[in-house]
């Protein structure tokens, strides 16, 4: 993806050099003008440059001068798929974005991300991984290569595809490898933090330690999977459905070797032949509102499931989401040589 530092210009400059400037840029003849304290102070093209030169404008006036005010902005906390879907109308693809204070975060393209979530994501990795020994005595399962990039990574990479920049890492097992790989994940334009388990915390104990959320809903996910799951379309259910937690869901067939008899008080009322029997199965991949977070208690052991068990106890409205593409949990020897195939094969 693209760093788009090139596209900011200094609100103190002249025509001049914002003319030098786009010149260099090639293809992408926007920019946008800051104040010395990084607030957006307007956008800046060609065709600005040109109406005020034609005007009879100095061309070492202050840019300024002819500098758009009403450019089309995103502000970070309250991106939203509608947002997006109007600018793509009106073929509005390099934007930037904003914080409350107008203080320019990045600049974007839209054409080249599947979407931008309002989501903090945060990646379960602290586990050991027993049954992938031997690979795993050295190595964290996350930073096992499928396709010779690590499964953590490909997931991070999608993740940063649907726009969703913050992200935190939760470690335990050999946890200063992943931390070295991804580091702060400025040289690939995203936001990594880090919280540690300093004991088992279960699958979604150690969200309890996570902090600086900058969003009001979440997207958890576990380190080792492989998908291709349409995140826009999981999130779009979610806010559609005003639901408190959204569960990715897989479908599992159940195979049953012999005939099924059903019963009632002693009367068969039904008999199947070997049915199979479908259900909707956890994909390891959760949506929730941030509040979520104060049902987890504090540094004890908690699983997912347990999680799902309390909300349910409290009243709160779970849905889930099924996978339609791809998603292979990455868990035993098969599964890792099966991956290494599948990847090769499906789009990703």
């Not at 009001?216 to 492989?226: A, F, G, K, P, R």
């Not at 409205?317 to 099966?338: A, R, S, T």
Request: charged share 25%; proline share 3%.
């Amino acid at each position: 993806m693209k760093d788009y530092k090139n596209n900011i210009i200094s609100d103190k400059l002249s025509i001049r050099d914002a003319l030098i400037r786009l010149n260099n840029l090639g293809s992408d003849l926007t920019l946008f003008v800051i104040s010395d304290t990084a607030k957006l102070v307007g956008s800046l093209t060609d065709g600005d440059i040109r109406r005020a030169l034609i005007n009879n404008m100095e061309i070492n006036e202050s840019l300024l001068l002819c500098t758009n005010r009403n450019c089309q902005y995103l502000r970070e906390k309250n991106i939203t798929i509608e947002k997006i879907k109007d600018l793509e109308k009106k073929s509005i693809f390099v934007v930037p974005i904003v914080d409350e204070n107008f203080l320019l975060i990045k600049i974007t393209n839209i054409k080249e991300t599947y979407s931008i979530l309002p989501l903090d994501a945060i990646i379960m990795a602290g586990g050991r991984g027993e049954r992938l020994r031997p690979f795993t005595d050295s190595v964290p399962k996350p930073l096992l290569k499928v396709g010779g990039i690590p499964i953590i990574e490909r997931n991070v990479n999608r993740l940063k595809n649907y726009g969703i920049n913050n992200m935190t890492i939760a470690l335990k097992y050999l946890g200063n490898q992943i931390r070295d790989h991804f580091q702060d994940g400025s040289s690939n334009q995203i936001n990594i933090s880090y919280v540690e388990e300093k004991q088992a915390l279960g699958t979604i104990g150690a969200l309890k330690l996570v902090q600086n959320l900058a969003h009001e809903d979440l997207l958890v996910m576990n380190s080792d999977l492989l998908t291709n799951i349409d995140f826009e379309q999981m999130y779009l259910l979610y806010k559609e459905s005003d639901a408190d937690m959204i569960i990715a869901s897989t479908s599992y067939e159940v195979n049953i070797p012999y005939a099924v008899l059903e019963s009632e008080n002693g009367i068969i009322s039904s008999f199947r032949e070997k049915p199979t029997y479908t259900y909707s199965s956890n994909a390891g991949i959760y949506m929730m509102k941030k509040n979520v977070i104060d049902i987890i208690p504090e540094r004890d052991f908690y699983n997912a499931t347990d999680l799902i068990e309390d909300m349910i106890k409290l009243g709160k409205k779970i849905i889930h989401f099924p996978i339609l593409g791809y998603w292979l949990d990455i868990g035993k020897h098969e599964d890792f040589e099966k991956a290494q195939n599948d990847v090769e094969r499906i789009k990703f």
